[in-house]
């Protein structure tokens, strides 16, 4: 079947409620996006015509250059069917778009920020439009092509980092990192050479800081439990730190998605929302109790366990997302509350409840279970994770020389 291209405007908008503009490659009725970087309101959108409508003020310059973008493509796809080089649509997309390209760095991190919007991870597109912004901070404009991106320039912007907004060493690592992504993708996309490679070697390295991990003991637990003085709020949020606690630290993202539907057998059956791993897990006894306090509230059988989500409207993805952020942020607020009257010293987050079964798992079970448990794909990240809590062959080593 023979491939061709056409301008489309993709049905997600961002958070602007603007939709993209891109050229659509299609090849045996598989097709791939190249993104043009405009957006428009669909309402100036003409579908039957393919062009912007009068009604945008940018719409003869759009129009003229959306012309000329499917001029172009159209043009390679030829050269590419004469040559064999159409057998995919991915694969046309890379050849047209890959040679020739002289993208900048900022268009290419535009390009990254706009496909995370469109594949819904907000979390991490609330974190990288932030560090993209330190960047441009950093170099004073949004033209910044890869080749001046070298040692000096990242030496620099570190310092700068440090120096002009106070960023931590783990911070600064993650800018780092996210230029080292946007500066592979644009040797795969032959936009720079790989001899221009800032990172590696005896260049510039990427190594984050050890961090401080540190989880409350059976004692805290038990006195976080026994807690009388709470109100409601501080009550809930007990149960929901608590419940993630029982299933070995649960992400709250996971927490508040557990539906009724999910529990069954004696069992919690959910996937999770980081990796869209599988997970079944037997639900302690003292889970039970938790679910008893929300079966009132339970409207269906697919109904959300925790009231958080019951409200959201989960054909949109971004509020779901901010109905999550805000109540991530009232769970950690009513957690300093309930530390202070459990008379502990510790900062209690929802994230803590992970670092609290590391600690008191300590070396009390089996890596490989553990492992499990945690939901790591790579048995060393477990291995490296639980050394924060495993101390008794370091004491035993130290008391063997002191105590005389």
Do not use: C
């Amino acid at each position: 079947m023979s491939s061709n291209a056409k301008i489309v405007l993709r049905k997600k908008p961002n958070s602007k409620g603007l939709y993209p503009l891109a050229v659509r490659i299609t090849k045996n009725r598989r097709s791939t996006y190249q993104y043009i970087g405009h957006y428009i309101d669909i309402e100036d959108w003409d579908e039957k015509n393919i062009r912007v409508r009068k009604s945008n003020s940018n719409a003869d310059s759009l129009n003229k250059l959306l012309s000329q973008e499917l001029s172009n493509a159209n043009k390679a796809l030829i050269d590419l069917q004469s040559e064999h080089k159409d057998a995919s649509a991915n694969q046309i997309k890379k050849e047209i778009y890959a040679s020739g390209n002289s993208a900048t760095f900022f268009e290419l991190a535009q390009e990254h920020l706009d496909e995370l919007e469109i594949a819904e991870k907000l979390n991490r597109l609330s974190t990288d439009s932030a560090l993209v912004s330190y960047i441009i901070k950093f170099n004073k404009s949004k033209q910044l092509a890869f080749q001046e991106i070298n040692e000096r320039f990242l030496k620099k912007l570190m310092i700068y980092l440090k120096a002009k907004h106070e960023l931590s060493e783990t911070s600064v690592m993650n800018i780092l990192f996210l230029i080292r992504l946007l500066f592979n993708r644009a040797i795969k996309l032959k936009i720079v050479s790989r001899e221009l490679y800032p990172f590696g070697g005896d260049k510039i390295k990427i190594k984050f800081p050890e961090t401080s991990k540190v989880g409350l003991n059976i004692i805290e637990v038990r006195a976080i439990k026994a807690l009388e003085n709470l109100t409601l709020s501080e009550i809930h949020t007990r149960n929901v730190w608590l419940f993630s606690f029982n299933f070995a630290g649960m992400r709250v993202t996971d927490v508040l998605w557990t539906k009724w539907s999910d529990i069954y057998d004696k069992r919690l059956h959910y996937r999770m929302n980081k990796n869209s791993k599988l997970l079944s897990l037997k639900i302690p006894d003292k889970v039970f109790k938790i679910l008893d306090y929300y079966k009132e509230d339970k409207r269906y059988a697919t109904d959300f366990v925790f009231p958080e989500l019951k409200k959201a409207n989960l054909d949109d993805a971004k509020d779901v997302y901010n109905k999550r952020k805000t109540a991530t942020k009232k769970f950690n607020d009513n957690l300093k509350s309930i530390a202070k009257k459990a008379k502990i010293d510790k900062k209690i987050t929802m994230h803590i409840a992970r670092h609290t079964f590391g600690n008191i798992a300590g070396d009390t079970i089996h890596p490989f279970m553990l492992q499990k448990l945690y939901r790591h794909s790579d048995l060393k990240t477990t291995l490296n994770y639980q050394a924060n809590f495993i101390h008794k062959e370091a004491d035993d080593a130290l008391d063997s020389v002191v105590n005389f």
